[in-house]
C-alpha cells in the first residue's frame, strides 16, 4: 500500500527538514515509532509530506518550497499542518496518509482538501521514541478518503510502548470492525458557538453543520445545542503552553537566522515563560480539559464545524511582517479544533459538504476519550447515509 510520511517524521536515510529551512540537510540516522510501524505493515512510503516549519502554523507554507495547496482550488491552502498529506490524499496520489495533530494539523487540512481526517485520544498512539510533547496536545493520526481507510490506518498505528507516559485503553475490537456496528441512538451535543476567537463563522460552515446535525436526527440520534464548555481563559494557557513546545525546536547553532519569524516570535514567547510559570500553566490547562469533559459527560459525541471557513487563499493567514496578526488570524480559522486538544478527546473531520462553489467544508465529530470505537460507527454510518468516496476534485 503506498502512503507517504510527513515532515516532521525523522525517517532514517530520508532527509527530514521538519519544514525548516535551518534542517534543509539533515537526514536522521534513524526512524521514529511511526514510521517503524507504518513500514512494518507493509506501506511503502513514496516521499515526505510537506509540513509548516515544526508543525506550528496552521497553513503550509515552508520557506523554499511551494505551498501545499487544496485540490479543490490550487489557489487556496490545504491547511496545516499536515498539509502535504492532506493534499496527496486530496488529490488521489496516494490513498492514505499519516499526519500529527497537536492543535487540529490533522483535522484542518481534511476539511480544507475534501477528506476524513481523524485525531485519536490522548495516548491512543505511541509518541516513542522522542516524546517531544510533554503536555499531550499532540498524536499521530491518519488521513484518508473513507471512514473505513482511516480506522484501517489506525489499527496499523494504535497501540502502546513500554515507556510511553500515558496510554489508552485497548478498543475491544479492531478499529476497522467497528465501522460495521450501528453505534446505536446518540445524544449529540452542538456546538456553533467559536471557541478559543471571536469571528463570524462563514455561513458555508454554518450550513454544513446545521446540515450534518438533520442527516444525525434522521438517522434516530438526539440534537442538543450546547454553550461552550471551555472556559475563555483556557486560550491563554493553551498559547502558553504552545509558545513553550515551540521553544522546544530550535535551529541547530548557528542557523537560527533561518527560521521564520512566526517561529521566532513564538520561540521567544516560550523562552521568556518560567520553569514555574509553566507549570501551572499545564495544570491550568488540565483543570480546564476536566471542567469541559464533565459538561461534556452526558452526551455521546459533540457536533462542531471543523473551520470558521472554507479554504482560504494562499497567503491569507501568513504575515511575516507581524508573528502576532498572524497567529490571531490562525485562530480565527480555527476556532474548534484545539479544543479536543486539551480534552485529549478523538475528533474526526468528515467532507460533508460542497459551497456552491465546489470547496470543500468539513464538519467535526469529537468523542468521550478512548471511544473511538463509537466515533468510527457514527462516521461510518454518517458515510453510508451521505457518502463521499466518489466525489472527485478537479485536480485527479
Known amino acids: 500500500m503506498p502512503t507517504a510520511i510527513k515532515d516532521l517524521n525523522p525517517t532514517a536515510g530520508v532527509r527530514t527538514m521538519f519544514g525548516s529551512a535551518a534542517y534543509a540537510d539533515f537526514v536522521p540516522e534513524a526512524s521514529d515509532h511511526v514510521v517503524t510501524t507504518m513500514e512494518a505493515a ?27 495547496v487544496t485540490p479543490w482550488d490550487t489557489a487556496r491552502m490545504a491547511g496545516g499542518s499536515s498539509g502535504g498529506a492532506g493534499a496527496a490524499v486530496g488529490a488521489g496520489l496516494v490513498p492514505i496518509a499519516q499526519g500529527s495533530d497537536g492543535g487540529g494539523s490533522i483535522r484542518i487540512p481534511a476539511s480544507c482538501c475534501g477528506i476524513v481526517g481523524l485525531k485519536p485520544t490522548r495516548g491512543r498512539i505511541s509518541a516513542a521514541p522522542m516524546y517531544g510533547d510533554p503536555i499531550g496536545l499532540a498524536t499521530p493520526g491518519p488521513l484518508a478518503r473513507t471512514v473505513r481507510d482511516a480506522a484501517a490506518l489506525l489499527d496499523v498505528l494504535a497501540g502502546r510502548q513500554p515507556g510511553d507516559p500515558s496510554w489508552a485503553p485497548p478498543p475491544s475490537g479492531t478499529f476497522l470492525a467497528a465501522c460495521e456496528r450501528p453505534p446505536g441512538a446518540l445524544r449529540v451535543a452542538l456546538l456553533t458557538e467559536p471557541l478559543i476567537a471571536e469571528v463570524d463563522v462563514d455561513p458555508a460552515c454554518l450550513r454544513a453543520v446545521a446540515d450534518a446535525a438533520a442527516l444525525l436526527e434522521s438517522l434516530g440520534h438526539t440534537i442538543e445545542p ?44 516560550g523562552r521568556a515563560v518560567s520553569g514555574p510559570e509553566f507549570g501551572l500553566a499545564i495544570g491550568a490547562l488540565r483543570r480546564h480539559a476536566a471542567a469541559a469533559l464533565l459538561a461534556l459527560a452526558p452526551y455521546d459525541v459533540v457536533l ?15 504575515d511575516d511582517a507581524d508573528p502576532a496578526a498572524d497567529f490571531e488570524a490562525q485562530k480565527r480559522f480555527t476556532p ?11 475528533a474526526i473531520s468528515l467532507p460533508l459538504h460542497l459551497t456552491d462553489d465546489g470547496l470543500p467544508v468539513g464538519v ?20 453510508a447515509a451521505a457518502p463521499w468516496a466518489d466525489r472527485r476534485p478537479p485536480v485527479w
Not at 513514496?46 to 505551498?67: A, I, N, Q, R
Request: net charge negative.
Open 42 to 68: 507493509g506501506l511503502i512510503s513514496l516521499g515526505k509530506t510537506s509540513t509548516p516549519e515544526f508543525g506550528s502554523p496552521c497553513y503550509t507554507e515552508p520557506d523554499g518550497f511551494p505551498p501545499a
Open 226 to 269: 450546547i454553550g461552550r464548555p471551555l472556559a475563555p481563559d483556557a486560550v491563554r494557557d493553551f498559547e502558553t503552553c504552545w509558545a513553550v513546545l515551540t521553544a522546544l525546536s530550535p535551529a541547530p547553532p548557528g542557523r537560527e537566522h533561518l527560521l521564520r519569524p512566526l517561529t521566532r516570535w513564538l520561540s521567544e514567547r
Open 304 to 318: 462542531t464545524p471543523t473551520l470558521a471557513s472554507p479554504p482560504l487563499p494562499v497567503g491569507a493567514l501568513r
Open 336 to 346: 474548534w479544533t484545539s479544543a479536543w486538544n486539551v480534552t485529549g478527546m478523538p
Open 364 to 383: 467535526m465529530l469529537a468523542a468521550r476519550p478512548a471511544e473511538e470505537e463509537l466515533l468510527l460507527a457514527l462516521a461510518a454510518q454518517v458515510e
